[in-house]
T-cell receptor, first 116, second 114 residues
């Protein structure tokens, strides 16, 4: 089983609909992230959480919200989806406990979201 | 704020040829630099990273990268490319205390011709 699991893998929805993307991890990491990937733009950070009680906005948080239900779960919501939110969304985790030099991101396989 | 530039959107090389992917960064202090690879339909996987010390770092799959402070560059190299190296490659920069809130470049798509 994958260490970082994203559901669903693909989703097509209509403008104005509420959408939730889910991420769960079995790595035991405190830190979790949501990134968005657009062709030609690379990955951009939407939200991140350093522990269950810590939620922070990234560079492109407008139109999104998150919930850290547990150490292992971090959900991303689009309250009212719009077409320019069509993108590939990645969840990632990291563990600072091994020291900064050893910290790295572990990514899920992504969720392709299309907003019509 | 930090930024990362990958000037090559697409690169095509023949199998067995050498490879160099360019990455330039902008950051006021000493950066932490990373290269990630994304295979089709997959998430990103860390190839290598630079935090301090030796400016030539070795990574997985035979890749290496060299940090050149004077040029603000962190180019990725491989002496002999394999067909399985076809993927998209992302350079990223982080900073102390950033907790992996990385800034990614726009990516370079590598095609390998047999």
């Amino acid at each position: 089983d994958a260490d970082v699991t994203q559901t669903p893998r693909n989703r097509i929805t209509k403008t104005g609909k509420r959408i939730m993307l889910e991420c769960s991890q079995t790595k035991g990491h405190d830190r979790m992230y949501w990134y968005r990937q657009d062709p030609g733009l690379g990955l951009r950070l939407i939200y991140y959480s350093f522990d269950v009680k810590d939620i922070n906005k990234g560079e492109i948080s407008d139109g999104y919200s998150v919930s850290r239900q547990a150490q292992a779960k971090f959900s991303l919501s689009l309250e009212s989806a719009i077409p320019n939110q069509t993108a590939l969304y990645f969840c990632a985790t990291s563990d600072p406990g091994q020291g900064l030099s050893n910290e790295k991101l572990f990514f899920g396989s992504g969720t392709q979201l299309s907003v019509l | 704020a930090q930024s990362v530039t990958q000037p090559d959107i697409h690169i095509t090389v023949s199998e067995g040829a050498s490879l160099e992917l360019r990455c330039n960064y902008s950051y006021g202090a000493t950066p932490y630099l990373f290269w990630y690879v994304q295979s089709p339909g997959q998430g990103l996987q860390l190839l290598l990273k630079y935090f301090s010390g030796d400016t030539l770092v070795q990574g997985i799959k035979g890749f290496e990268a060299e940090f050149k402070r004077s040029q603000s560059s962190f180019n990725l190299r491989k002496p002999s490319v394999h067909w399985s190296d076809a993927a998209e490659y992302f350079c990223a920069v982080g900073f102390t205390g950033g907790g992996n809130k990385l800034t990614f470049g726009t990516g370079t798509q590598l095609k390998v011709e047999l």
